[in-house]
């Protein structure tokens, strides 16, 4: 039954590391999946990740099923962690969700229900995260683009932005990135996400918000939660999908939740009950040691605050090699405006390098980052910044 099946092509983004798993050249780089690294270039677990662990497992917990909406204590923090421990609308019980298999299977889960609800058109960001219209078509909808990105000048093309959005016809669901948008960087400021807010309240839209890097932006996860705070409060009936992979840096784990605001308790409950009747043929129910963790953490409030400081020392590491990777360019020679590299926030550059030039960077110089130019700030250390920008000098002059 197999003789037909043909070789699929590598993932665009995480394809990469099986590719560079390959390259024997000693001073190779990777700088493509958005995965925090330490100063030394090794992946990282949060300290007090590991005191959770300990904590963990000097528990005796069993290993039964969770529900099929996960830890009923996990969700609860995690909505508390974005949408604020003073909201209304959370304190009210308009706020439900569950637990989900991090970002993508959260996107998956809403993008399936919304089909099911006689949705027919999710709108994402030009450019957005390559996986999002994969998950949307593959869930039955149909994927279309709006302004975002101002190629020429490296900034948000907000003009362009409202105008699609105000053609977008009632009822289509639009896809904001919460904080640290991927792959740009480049994210409204607080005056134009209340102009959005009011715009997507007059065309009637269902707003669905995708927080993958909360604690990325700005280094304090509270601030990042802000435009999905300001929306809650505008009345917005959103839904959400959360990721906890880059904050607290369990990517392997699968730790996320996806959540609703409804009208009333009772409209939430509802939404989330059919959350489950999507998720239980799908996966059945989600693994439970990272939500473990993640509750941990967040019901301890000692560990809390020294979750926030570690969340913000990985920030402000990246802030560092963005200022350093800038400094290396110009060091290099190059005479080309580099400022989008410090001006961009969260984990990644959008460097503006063509997809030629990427080809020509891997091929040349051994240092991969995604087709589309973006470069992992992450994965920059004091002591490969000079090779990459040298690299890249050689490739964009
Ligand atoms: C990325 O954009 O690099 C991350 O979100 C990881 C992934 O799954 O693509």
Not at 247 to 252: K, P, V
């Amino acid at each position: 039954p197999w003789s037909f099946f043909e070789m699929a092509p590598l993932d665009p983004i995480i394809g990469l590391n099986e590719q560079f798993q390959k390259d024997d050249y000693p001073s190779k780089v990777i700088v493509g999946v958005g995965a925090y690294r330490d100063e030394k270039g090794k992946p990282f677990v949060l300290p007090s990740v590991r005191k959770a662990e300990k904590i963990l497992a000097e528990g005796g917990l069993d290993m039964e099923y969770a529900g099929i909406a996960g830890e009923p204590r996990f969700v609860d923090l995690a909505l508390e962690f974005a949408y604020g421990e003073d909201s209304a609308a959370l304190k009210e019980g308009r706020i439900q969700g569950v637990q989900a298999l991090s970002g993508t299977g959260g996107l998956r889960v809403f993008g399936e229900m919304m089909k099911k609800h006689g949705s027919t058109t999710l709108y994402l960001p030009n450019p957005s995260w390559g996986n999002h219209k994969n998950i949307f078509t593959n869930s039955g909808l149909e994927v279309k683009n709006y302004r975002y990105y101002d190629a020429d000048n490296s900034s948000l093309d907000f003009e362009g932005m409202v105008h699609d959005i105000k053609s977008m016809p009632a009822g289509s669901i639009v896809l904001l990135h919460a904080c640290a948008h991927n792959p740009t960087g480049m994210d409204p400021t607080l005056e134009q996400w209340k102009e959005l807010s009011s715009v997507i309240k007059e065309q009637d839209l269902v707003t669905f918000f995708d927080c993958a890097y909360q604690g990325f932006a700005s280094g304090d996860a509270s601030k990042d939660a802000a435009a999905i705070r300001m929306f809650v409060e505008d009345g917005h009936l959103i839904s959400m999908v959360q990721s906890f992979s880059k904050n607290f840096g369990l990517y392997g784990q699968r730790v996320g939740a996806l959540s609703v605001v409804g009208r009333d308790a009772e409209e939430a409950k509802k939404v989330v009950s059919q959350m489950k009747t999507v998720i239980r043929p799908m996966y059945s129910n989600p693994p439970r040691h990272g939500a473990r963790l993640v509750t941990t953490i967040l019901e301890d409030p000692q560990l809390t605050a020294e979750f926030r400081e570690e969340c913000k020392g990985m920030a402000d590491r990246i802030n560092t090699m963005r200022g350093a990777l800038k400094d290396s360019l110009e060091s290099a020679g190059s005479t080309r405006d580099w400022s989008h590299i410090t001006d961009q926030i969260g984990m990644f550059a959008y460097s503006g390098l063509s997809n030629e030039q990427v080809l020509e960077m891997r091929a040349k110089h051994h240092v991969y980052c995604t087709g589309d130019g973006r470069i992992s700030m992450a994965g920059v250390t004091s002591d490969n910044v000079d090779y990459i920008a040298n690299a890249i000098h050689d490739v964009a002059k």
